[in-house]
């Protein structure tokens, strides 16, 4: 076991590899309706899970380049925005991703339960 000062950093760490997966999912179940980026993290954070822009703007790009969504540029009150919504692929990578998150989270529920009950 990590103990002293190196324990907080690890348990940082740990929690930004698990939120990492969970952005695309995330995302991707967002832009079934079209968003612009600032839209799209304001939604995201109303719904509890925040991002900051430096990962967003990169992580949408990075999407957009692997067929997973699509965009278009539109002027709005004077200002071009960009606006997000999810591909076909993306659409099915979504259905795949959510049902091996949902496989997951079943799975760590009931192997953190068993713990409980045996920590009793």
Not at 8 to 13: I, K, M, R, T, Y
Not at 102 to 105: A, R, T
């Given at each position: 076991m990590i103990q002293g000062a190196a324990q907080?950093?690890?348990?940082?760490?740990l929690?930004?590899?698990l939120r990492r997966g969970a952005i695309v999912l995330a995302v991707l179940a967002q832009l079934r309706a079209e968003q612009y980026g600032?839209?799209?993290k304001k939604s995201l954070s109303e719904g509890g899970f925040k991002v900051d822009e430096g990962t967003l703007y990169p992580l949408l790009r990075r999407l957009q380049t692997?067929?997973?969504l699509d965009s278009r540029w539109s002027v709005d009150d004077g200002r071009p925005r960009?606006?997000?919504t999810i591909s076909a692929l993306g659409e099915e990578t979504l259905r795949a991703m959510t049902a091996e998150w949902?496989?997951?989270?079943e799975a760590i529920g009931r192997l953190t339960q068993c713990n409980?009950?045996?920590t009793k």
């Open positions: 907080p950093e690890l348990s940082e760490s929690l930004l590899e600032y839209s799209l692997q067929g997973l960009r606006y997000y949902n496989q997951i989270s409980v009950q045996h």
